[in-house]
């Protein structure tokens, strides 16, 4: 009896192994197309996770996952050669944000000319429920830094960051209670600076022209709303690609922050990056993870900082928490054209394929805007 009850909670175990395997494989699987439902899109995220589970769990199935004699069937070996196989194209997708790939932006050297052209950039995703306001304030004037971002900013973020607003020359704010305000606070001289909803009402990005060392570059901060039920991802996307080609079209450098809801790794990113002529510092460096707060050893890198190829990186971290379910990124830029053009490596374009794509979501948003319109009518 006791061995029979032994045979079937290994059965139960073994099926529940299978089961597992079966979800991580097809959700993994389907996260490599290009579809932008908000349960498929929400698999780009723990990939560093999934690689972890998909080991763990590929070997557990070789252990016990056998006929009575302990012999192998083909069949029994296709959930964990599948789950390799996958494993080893997530592997390759976050490869790029460990210390072993080589680095794109060159770190800017001290005895290097140009220094009077450095800044810093603060952001912070401070989470509106979040009334810990001391915490926030204290960073920024701690860090001063030359640029600070604030989203999820509400009214009562707002008074609570009048010292801040005092100190800075500049401030952009717009306060919403549906956890996409936004705030931008800078001592620069800056020219050209608005709030503008790029893709979906009441979500709104930060632009403006900044001056460094008598050099301008355009500063582009963005947050947009991540998958979730009810919400996939047309507009995300959207808003990235208008972004992008907004930089793309600049006779200037470009500098793109902010919480972008999307990870380093997936191919929305990829895409932001290429139409941009982007450079993202975090490679070859780390993944910086800044969310969950409380376990950036687990997290994912959500808050994001990109540049045009006339910057060089002095200086990039993830901040301690401060009360808000992300942490701050704090990173210092120096532009230098001449200097980062020879050191850091060349930004990759958008070929005619990264093109079709872009264009695809924008088509996708438009036919999903006037569905909307129609539907509310």
């Known amino acids: 009896m006791q061995s029979q009850t032994k045979s079937t909670l290994k059965s139960a175990a073994v099926w529940g192994m299978r089961l597992l395997a079966l979800v991580l494989t097809a959700g ?91 800044f810093s950039v603060l952001s912070l995703n401070v989470l509106q429920d979040n009334r810990e306001y001391g915490r926030t304030l204290e960073l920024i004037e701690r860090i001063d830094a030359d640029m600070v971002l604030l989203m999820e900013t509400d009214q009562a973020w707002l008074d609570a960051m009048a010292p801040v607003r005092a100190k800075y020359d500049t401030a952009l704010e717009r306060p919403l209670d549906n956890k996409y305000g936004i705030a931008f606070y800078t001592s620069m001289p800056v020219r050209d600076a608005a709030i503008r909803d790029l893709a979906q009402k009441d979500t709104p990005s930060v632009f403006g022209t900044m001056t460094a060392g008598g050099l301008d570059f355009r500063m582009i901060a963005l947050h947009p709303r991540p998958p979730q039920p009810g919400q996939d991802t047309e507009e995300r996307d959207a808003e990235l690609v208008v972004a992008a080609r907004h930089a793309r079209d600049l006779p200037m450098p470009a500098i793109a922050i902010g919480d972008f809801n999307d990870v380093a790794w997936s191919s929305t990113t990829e895409l932001f990056m290429q139409t941009g002529q982007f450079l993202d510092p975090r490679i070859g460096r780390g993944t910086y993870a800044t969310f969950p707060a409380d376990m950036t050893w687990l997290g994912w890198p959500l808050d994001h900082l990109f540049v045009t190829d ?28 001449a200097t980062a053009r020879t050191n850091n490596a060349e930004a990759e374009d958008a070929d005619s394929a990264d093109r079709k794509a872009a264009d695809e979501v924008m088509q996708e948003f438009e036919e999903d805007t006037a569905k909307d319109r129609v539907e509310g009518e």
């Open 310 to 337: 006339e910057f060089l990186l002095r200086e990039m971290e993830v901040l301690g928490p401060v009360g808000s379910d992300h942490r701050p990124i704090l990173a210092r830029l120096c532009l230098d054209p």
């Open 28 to 118: 993994v699987l389907l996260s490599t197309g290009e579809f932008n439902q908000w349960w498929i899109r929400m698999w780009d995220f723990p990939r560093v996770q999934l690689v972890a589970a998909m080991v763990i769990l590929g070997l557990l199935i070789l252990r016990f996952d056998r006929g009575e004699e302990g012999s192998w069937k083909t069949w029994r070996l296709a959930l964990p050669l599948a789950m390799a196989a996958l494993t080893v194209w997530q592997v390759y997708r976050i490869y790029p944000y460990t210390p072993l790939a080589p680095t794109t932006v060159a770190k800017f050297a001290a005895d290097t000319e140009g220094g009077d052209a450095c």
